[in-house]
């Protein structure tokens, strides 16, 4: 039976994906200075405040001065560059507590003579690829987030005026039963905006500039539905209208909720966290499996325990749609690619100083971009097994 399925983004603004770029960041600049430094590192924002902690164990002399210089060019970045919007990188207030990662997590972790390199901690990762877009995301997260994308790109190069940092999208999808997309049946479009400006002018611009640029024209029909701005006002936005936190848009960062989740979030982590390389890796090779034409999706899994190198397990579904069997793909991931931290690390190259892309509009999907697990290099692999 036919389904309707609805996927949320978030802009560059948001106040959880501002403290995700701190976050990211700040590991990036370490990883530049130290590509075997270890990092979880955290952000809060509430109001003008802004709250940086966890753990960084590293060579480089990180002190509190340069953290939160770098969180100040972030945040400039993010939009937050003028006080109209009460929260600026200028004015803001820093406070810094970093202190150096668990012995004991460590203990578990890093590399000896006599013992690999094993998961930073236990955990659940999912990676999901789906033959809807050239990107194989599914339909709503990647429109959405094209919609964010849009939306901070209208308001940087002054082609709509008078708008915020601040936004959000989502996108609805019309499925049939082979769940294929049919159309989109409803756009919810949220943009902080000038008190000057109005709701009606918000509107217009919206639909000119952002939602007819975006969504393809087959996709809309007479029974699409908009909603922008459906709450009326939106002047109030950023940590001072609501506060933001890292990993709190888990299913933004993955796959708008079509695939599963395992609850692990990405920014301010190095790639020791499986929570992070090991979700990188299954986004990968489901992606061979789909590019390869054997499956129209595929959803892979990947559970790890601390301290250990090698996977407690592989799970392999490809929801009916494949030309062979799930044990067979999975046989073959296992047979052609070596699944431990450091192996993952080595091959997705994720010593790297490379996050701070990764953290606005999704981590998956960028074609453009250099990132690793994006590429289609190995399909080669699964095309043999038709």
């Given at each position: 039976m036919s389904y309707i399925f609805s996927s949320e983004s978030v802009s560059k603004g948001h106040p959880d994906k501002v403290a995700d770029f701190i976050a990211d960041s700040v590991l990036d600049l370490v990883l530049t200075n130290d590509p075997k430094a270890r990092c979880a590192i955290e952000v809060a924002l509430a109001h003008t405040t802004v709250y940086i902690f966890g753990e960084v164990s590293t060579s480089y002399i990180l002190t509190d001065e340069i953290i939160i210089e770098t969180a100040k060019k972030a945040i400039d970045f993010c939009g937050y560059n003028d006080e109209k919007f009460i929260f600026d990188a200028k004015s803001a207030t820093y406070h810094v507590n970093i202190h150096k990662q668990s012995a004991d997590i460590a203990l578990g972790v890093d590399e000896t003579d006599n013992k690999e390199q094993g998961a930073g901690d236990q955990g659940i990762m999912f990676g999901y690829a789906k033959d809807d877009t050239k990107e194989l995301l599914p339909l709503p997260i990647f429109l959405a987030h094209e919609l964010t994308k849009r939306l901070a790109f209208v308001r940087e190069e002054g082609i709509v005026s008078g708008l915020g940092p601040d936004g959000k999208?989502?996108?609805?999808?019309?499925?049939?039963?082979?769940?294929?997309?049919?159309?989109?049946?409803?756009?919810?479009?949220?943009?902080?905006h000038e008190a000057s400006k109005t709701l009606e002018s918000v509107k217009d611009d919206m639909m000119e500039h952002v939602i007819l640029e975006?969504?393809?024209?087959?996709?809309?029909?007479?029974?699409?539905?908009?909603?922008?701005?459906?709450?009326?006002?939106?002047?109030?936005?950023?940590?001072?209208?609501?506060?933001?936190?890292?990993?709190?848009?888990?299913?933004?960062?993955?796959?708008?909720?079509?695939?599963?989740?395992?609850?692990?979030?990405?920014?301010?982590?190095?790639?020791?966290?499986?929570?992070?390389?090991?979700?990188?890796?299954?986004?990968?090779?489901?992606?061979?499996?789909?590019?390869?034409?054997?499956?129209?999706?595929?959803?892979?899994?990947?559970?790890?325990?601390?301290?250990?190198?090698?996977?407690?397990?592989?799970?392999?579904?490809?929801?009916?749609?494949?030309?062979?069997?799930?044990?067979?793909?999975?046989?073959?991931?296992?047979?052609?690619?070596?699944?431990?931290?450091?192996?993952?690390?080595?091959?997705?190259?994720?010593?790297?100083?490379?996050?701070?892309?990764?953290?606005?509009?999704?981590?998956?999907?960028?074609?453009?971009?250099?990132?690793?697990?994006?590429?289609?290099?190995?399909?080669?692999?699964?095309e043999q097994l038709v």
């Open positions: 999208s989502q996108v609805s999808v019309l499925y049939n039963e082979n769940h294929e997309p049919l159309e989109v049946t409803a756009i919810v479009l949220s943009t902080q975006v969504i393809p024209k087959h996709l809309i029909t007479d029974n699409t539905k908009y909603y922008i701005n459906p709450t009326g006002r939106f002047v109030i936005g950023g940590p001072v209208g609501d506060s933001g936190l890292t990993g709190r848009k888990l299913i933004v960062d993955t796959y708008g909720g079509y695939s599963r989740h395992g609850g692990g979030a990405f920014s301010g982590k190095d790639a020791s966290k499986v929570d992070r390389s090991a979700s990188y890796m299954a986004r990968y090779l489901a992606k061979q499996v789909v590019g390869s034409g054997i499956a129209k999706t595929c959803e892979i899994q990947l559970a790890y325990a601390i301290g250990v190198a090698e996977p407690v397990s592989l799970y392999v579904n490809t929801f009916g749609t494949s030309k062979v069997s799930n044990e067979v793909i999975a046989e073959t991931i296992s047979k052609n690619f070596d699944l431990r931290p450091k192996a993952i690390i080595n091959y997705l190259g994720l010593t790297n100083p490379i996050f701070k892309q990764t953290t606005h509009n999704g981590h998956f999907g960028k074609l453009d971009s250099n990132l690793s697990w994006e590429k289609l290099d190995k399909i080669d692999i699964f």
